[in-house]
């Protein structure tokens, strides 16, 4: 018998499941200084973090931990586990308050009450790629800061693959979290520029 031999009129993808996206950290493939994350299967280079990225996730995390007390954790740049196929590393992820604080096990999708991205550089993925994996997974509110925009767009209300609410703030705006509507975020107290 001859061998079956497949032609391809394009080419295939390996998707990568959770468990071998971190065995191939275990093992030394992927180093322990690279930053990378799993979306949809695919190993994703992040972009380096600049100063105005670093400014502003440290000023949202202490807004949101000043205004949150003990309610929730918020966790800046940690893995949040989407499905088998996506772990992703959003900026700030605040989710729910567990006793072991996560020590055991990343969040889950249905552990996370608001997830942020400050879009510096990468606006187009964050709006893109990244958002539709949210909304498959029902996060439900997402935050994009489009630094260049100096707005904030929020996303709420997944439908598949994507949000049936959407509204852009200007940088000078009050906003305040689904999950926390007593939480007041005043984006002027950032500031975005």
Known sequence: MKPMIRHLTEPTRYRFTRAEYHRMGEEGILPPDCRVELLDGEIVEMSPIGPMHSFLVEAIRHVLESGLADSAIVRTQQPIILDDASELEPDIAVVEKTED?????????????????????????????????????????????????????????????????????AADAVVAPKAFPSLQVDLAALPLA
Not at 103 to 125: C, G, M
Not at 130 to 141: P, Q, V, W
């Open 101 to 169: 604080r996560y020590r055991y096990a990343h969040p889950l999708a249905n552990q996370t009450l608001l997830l942020i991205e400050v879009a510096d550089k990468t606006l187009k993925f964050d709006l893109g790629e990244k958002l539709r994996a949210y909304a498959r997974a029902s996060i439900s509110e997402y935050w994009v800061i489009d630094v260049a925009g100096q707005s904030l767009i929020v996303h709420s209300d997944p439908r598949g693959e994507a949000y049936g609410s959407v509204t852009t703030h």
